[in-house]
């Protein structure tokens, strides 16, 4: 039998991940199906038991399930543990429901080896607190960033992240998160990530552009076909470079495909190809 695999989410049908994993499958030989599966809001825990029973193997899990899958997984990473959230799960040899978190690798993985950005004492703004957000934290400060501000709307979320991480903070790393009027001006950053999905629907962060400079890279979690909202944004204010998630979005599924088959795929003609589909949508 054909091994099963899924994503979970609701919606899901916008998702990407079939075309990613069935071009993993193709490309690392391996007898495998990938589909996109809308969860019940109130039936989620049941629509992966039902999954994982049989040939089902293995679930990517995306909004608004990433809290629940964590709570339901009997034994988690250490990321997955620090994130709070899964967006992977798998059952071991002895029945075990494992899960994973790997957003923040696939975020540092893009950033450093597809963009080829230089993390090591990089200045950080990351924009937004909720779930995506605390995903990537702790990737970002062992990447070896020297500061990471974490700016949010509602100040008290921003600090509430600052105080979870402060005690695994690597030494010599400043962190320190508040509202967005509270982020330093006294110099511009060399990473900008906008980790809310505010550009998606035109909006954007209500930072002072003065942080932005000529050698500042701005990097959106969120992707799309055309330029996102702050990717614009970025550009107006003549940032060195401006990137979208799709990366990301790729090399943590190559992480969970790692999880699931023991394999990690080469991620870069997977990347060209989404992209090319997304350009002719």
Known sequence: ??????????PVTHSRSPFIHACFARQQHQRMEYRAIEAPLDGFESCVSQF?????????????????????????TPRAELAGAVNTLWRDE???????????????????????????GARILMLGAGGAVRGVIQPLLDAGCSQLFIANRTAEKAQLLVEQFAPLLPEGVLLQGGGYTSVPSDGEFDLIINGTSASLSGDLPPVNPVIVGAHTLCYDMMYSARPTAFCQWAITHQAARAVDGLGMLVEQAAEAFLCWRGVRPDTAPVISLLRQSLAQQ
Do not use: H
């Not at 099963?4 to 989410?9: E, H, P, R, S, W």
């Not at 909004?63 to 899958?69: D, I, L, R, T």
């Open 52 to 76: 994982l029973q049989g040939d089902g193997k293995g679930v990517n899990v995306t909004v608004p399930f990433k809290e629940q899958a964590w709570r339901l997984a009997a034994c988690r």
């Open 1 to 10: 039998m054909t091994d099963q695999y899924a994503v979970l989410g609701n």
């Open 94 to 120: 002895s029945g075990q429901l494992w899960g994973d978190n790997t957003d923040g690798i696939g975020l540092v993985t893009d950033l450093t080896q597809n963009v080829q950005v230089k993390l090591e």
